[in-house]
C-alpha cells in the first residue's frame, strides 16, 4: 500500500503485491493438493464462467481473470496447513500489527507529518476497503464478548472518514450493527440509532460536503442532483446501462467492459467504479447469476460451520461469511473485485484459516484428545 503507484520493472507494487502471493499459493496446492481443506467446490460453476469467457473472449482480459480467482487459489493454499488454537491466536494478534501498519502507511500518504491538515482528496479507496474488512472482524470479535474490540473497530470505521469515501464510510458504519455475531436485537437498534446521528453530523462537516457537492454544500435531498459530484461514475453507468440492454443474457465476453470504459472516458480510466455494471457487461446476466449464487453458497457453508466451531476458528468463519456483504455493497461503487491486495486475499486467508482450523479439530488424532475449553 505504501507503494501503490511505484513500478518496478514496468510493473507497479500493486501488482507484485497480488501476483506474487498468487504464485506461491499456487506452487503450495500444487505441492499439497490432498492436503486442501477449502472448499473450493462451491466456487468452481464461477471458476468455470471465468476461464470459458477468457478462453472465448476477443479482448485482453487474462490479468482481470486471474485477479478474480486469486482470493481462491490463496485460501486453498492456506487451508493445507494444520492450524491449532494457539496459532490462530497469533493471527489474530498480528492482524494488529498489520492494522497498526495499515495506519502509519496513511498517515504519511496524507502527509500530515509535514503539513499537519488533511487534504480534502486523498486518493485512499484502497486503504479504506481494507479497513472495511478489519470493521468486519473486530465487529465480530466484539459480539463474541470481546468489548475492548469496540475501539479497534472505531479506529478502522474512522480511515474511510479521513480518506473522504463516501461509500466506504456507509459500509463501515453498518459492519458493527449488522454483525453476523450474536448481539441483541435491543443493542443493534440502540447502534443504528448512533451511527445514523453520527452519519447525519459526519454528512454537514465542511470536508464530506466539499466532496460531495461541487458548490461545495448541500443536503441530503440534494444528493441525486445535478449538484452532487459523482467523479463521472453517473456518465459511465449509464453508458453501460445502455449497451447492457442491448445484451443482457450473455455480456459482451471478458474483458469487454474494460476496453468499453476506456472508449467512453477517452483512456481517462480502465473501470467504470460499479463491478456489478462491469461483470454484467462482461458476464451477463448468466455470470452474474453465477457469482451471486456462489458467493451465497460459500456465506451459508461458512456460517454453517460457525455453529460447530468454538473459539477463535467461529470468529474466522462468522468474520469470512460476514464480509461477502460489504464486499458486494462496495461493488456498487468501486472496483473491489480486482483489488485483491486489499481485501479478497486477506478476507480468504481468514476463510482458509477458518477451514484448515476446524478440519484440524476434526482430525482422528484430535478426537481422540478430550479437549477443555
Known amino acids: 500500500m505504501a507503494f501503490t503507484g511505484e513500478q518496478v520493472l514496468g510493473y507497479s507494487m500493486t501488482g507484485y503485491g497480488w501476483f ?3 504464485c506461491v499459493a499456487v506452487f503450495l496446492i500444487l505441492a499439497r493438493i490432498n492436503k486442501v481443506k477449502f472448499p473450493y467446490f462451491l466456487w468452481l460453476p464461477w471458476i468455470f464462467v471465468v476461464f470459458g469467457y477468457y478462453f472465448n473472449s476477443d479482448f485482453p482480459a487474462l490479468h482481470r481473470s486471474i485477479q478474480m480467482l486469486c482470493p481462491i487459489v490463496i485460501g486453498m493454499a492456506v487451508s493445507t496447513y494444520r492450524y491449532q488454537e494457539d496459532h490462530i491466536n497469533r493471527f489474530v494478534h498480528l492482524l494488529k500489527y498489520l492494522l497498526v501498519g495499515l495506519v502509519v502507511i496513511i498517515i504519511f500518504r496524507l502527509g500530515v507529518p509535514f503539513t499537519g491538515v488533511l487534504p480534502g482528496v486523498t486518493g485512499l479507496a484502497a486503504e479504506s476497503i481494507t479497513a472495511i474488512l478489519f470493521c468486519t472482524f473486530y465487529a465480530t470479535r466484539y459480539s463474541l464478548g470481546s468489548k475492548n474490540d469496540l475501539k479497534w473497530w472505531w479506529f478502522m470505521a474512522s480511515i474511510p472518514i479521513v480518506a473522504v469515501t463516501r461509500t466506504a464510510i456507509v459500509v463501515a458504519g453498518l459492519t458493527l450493527p449488522f454483525t453476523w455475531g450474536p448481539m441483541k436485537l435491543s443493542k443493534r437498534i440502540l447502534l443504528i440509532i448512533i451511527i445514523i446521528i453520527l452519519g ?4 454537514h462537516t465542511p470536508r464530506i460536503q466539499k466532496k460531495t457537492f461541487m458548490s461545495g454544500e448541500g443536503e441530503m435531498s440534494d444528493v441525486m442532483s445535478k449538484d452532487f459530484a459523482d467523479n463521472a461514475r453517473f456518465y459511465m453507468w449509464k453508458h453501460f446501462d445502455e449497451q447492457i440492454k442491448r445484451n443482457p443474457l450473455f455480456g459482451y465476453g471478458a474483458g469487454a467492459g474494460e476496453r468499453f470504459v476506456r472508449q467512453i472516458t477517452n483512456g481517462a480510466s480502465g473501470y467504470p467504479h460499479n463491478d456489478w455494471r462491469l461483470t454484467l457487461y462482461d458476464y451477463g ?3 452474474t447469476v453465477i457469482y451471486v449464487f456462489c458467493i451465497s453458497l460459500a456465506v451459508m457453508h461458512a456460517y454453517k460451520k460457525s455453529k460447530q466451531s ?6 474466522l468463519f462468522l468474520t469470512g461469511a460476514a464480509s461477502f456483504i460489504p ?8 472496483n473491489i473485485m480486482v483489488y485483491v491486495s486489499f481485501f479478497g486475499n486477506l478476507q480468504f486467508t481468514i476463510l482458509g484459516l477458518a477451514y484448515a482450523s476446524r478440519s484440524q479439530a476434526e482430525s482422528p488424532e484430535r478426537k481422540k484428545i478430550k479437549i477443555r475449553w
Do not use: A, H, K, Q
Open 310 to 315: 468454538i473459539g477463535e476458528s467461529r470468529l
Open 327 to 334: 464486499f458486494m455493497m462496495l461493488m456498487y461503487s468501486d
Open 200 to 203: 447525519f453530523i459526519l454528512f
Open 20 to 22: 506474487l502471493p498468487f
Open 285 to 287: 446476466i448468466f455470470g
